[in-house]
């Protein structure tokens, strides 16, 4: 008889296929789960920029552009106008202070000065005869006293004896009175000479002061007459180099016409060009460097100009050592000008990434994935080469540096 074989509704083989649905399913409800509300795109990693966040020293500067000028430059005017009779030297020269440059003509100055120096010796001459006049008056007024003096001895003594002979009666009294009358006459003209002495004195001395200081007033006049026509010859303020000289023989020249400068190549300084941004952030001897012939050279701020022309204002910079031996004059120069000291911090390399986000997020790559996720991030101050981080982002965080025009808003970057 045989016997019924049951069925068993539960194998192992059973249990572990339904064991297998139910871990997939669970998996797919997660992976759902989690993926509800993400948007993701497919990039090509080929086409991306990244950069790994790290610690360095971080330095606020900014690129100028300057131009290498020298360290002084004086133009050279014409004081006085006039014609060009003799060229001494030629645009370019090498020049020592005092030395001739151009030589002019201007037959008016040359006039002017003959006048006013014969002026001068008349004046001269002029002052010479009333000093002359003036001492022989003088000498007339003392030798008058004397005479004076002398007649008053003479009366004197003859007083004496007419007062005897009187006493005695060998005289008469009118003869007496007459002599005294004579005495006193010349006592009282000894007074008046001594005082017309005195004045004649001061007189003399006021005089004398201003025919002296009429006289210096004409020497300065033709000094400066003298300096006139020396200002034809247009010589070298100072030992450098001679530029602008475009004069030629027979060219009439202004009074006060620009004839060239002399540039001082001892030193040179840099006319830097700086956005009119930053203007509240430039100051004196604030520094700088720049780099020639694969050396560093240290610079200061030693002039701002405040004047702002199309956007941008400039600023005049020194060597603080030694200037390059083979730079020249009219080179352009990239400058670092430091705006902070350097300090510790996180960098992120810049980025087109920041025209998008402005610096307020970033897809950062997860770690052993090939995802990208947005994150929220604060950057500070920023350099040419690196931002400050601020929050958001740690050492070892690697972020896509480059444009997310192409990605729109999305919140996950598969990477293909």
């Known amino acids: 008889m045989d016997k019924k074989i049951e069925k068993k509704r539960f194998t192992w083989q059973k249990l572990a296929i339904y064991g297998g649905i139910v871990l997939l399913a669970g998996f797919l409800f997660s992976a759902i789960w989690r993926d509800a509300g993400t948007s993701k795109l497919n990039v ?9 966040i790290h610690k360095g020293v971080f330095q606020e500067f900014i690129p100028v552009t300057g131009i290498v000028q020298p360290i002084k430059t004086v133009f050279i005017d014409a004081v006085e106008g006039g014609r060009v009779e003799e060229k001494f030297v030629e645009d370019g020269a090498m020049m020592k202070q005092g030395q001739p440059i151009l030589r002019l003509s201007n037959p008016d100055l040359q006039l002017n000065y003959l006048n006013q120096e014969a002026n001068t010796v008349s004046q001269i001459n002029q002052i010479r005869n009333t000093s002359l006049l003036m001492e ?6 003392r030798e008058q006293a004397l005479d004076v003096d002398y007649q008053l001895d003479l009366f004197s003594k003859r007083t004496q004896r007419n007062d005897e002979l009187y006493a005695g009666k060998v005289i008469a009294k009118v003869d007496k009175e007459e002599t005294e009358d004579q005495y006193e006459h010349l006592l009282r003209r000894k007074d008046m000479l001594r005082r017309t002495i005195e004045k004649d004195s001061l007189f003399h001395v006021l005089q004398q002061d201003q025919m002296t200081n009429s006289l210096d007033l004409m020497k300065r006049n033709l000094a400066i007459a003298r300096q006139s026509l020396d200002n034809l010859i247009v010589k070298a303020p100072f030992d450098g180099q001679l530029s602008g000289l475009t004069s030629e023989l027979g060219e009439l020249i202004s009074q006060g016409e620009n004839i060239a400068q002399i540039d001082d190549l001892t030193n040179f300084k840099i006319r830097a060009r700086i956005d009119e941004f930053y203007i509240s952030r430039i100051f004196i001897d604030q520094e700088g460097s720049f780099q020639f012939a694969g050396k560093t050279y240290q610079l200061r701020i030693k002039k701002i100009y405040p004047q702002v022309a199309n956007g941008a204002f400039e600023a005049d910079l020194v060597f ?5 031996e083979a730079i020249k004059r009219g080179q352009t120069v990239s400058i670092k000008l430091e705006l902070s000291a350097e300090e510790e911090g996180l960098l992120l390399a810049r980025g087109s990434f920041y025209q998008k986000t402005g610096g307020n997020w970033v897809y950062v790559v997860e770690p052993g994935s090939n995802v990208a996720r947005k994150r929220d991030i604060k950057v500070g101050r920023q350099n040419p080469n690196f931002y400050e981080v601020l929050e958001g982002l740690q ?9 997310y025009d192409n990605f729109g808003d999305k919140d996950e970057l598969i990477l293909k």
């Open 136 to 141: 022989q008056q003088s000498l007339s007024l």
């Open 395 to 403: 050492p070892g965080d690697v972020v896509i540096v480059s444009s």
């Open 44 to 52: 090509e990693t080929e086409r991306l920029l990244v950069d790994t």
């Open 320 to 324: 603080t050592d030694e200037a390059p």
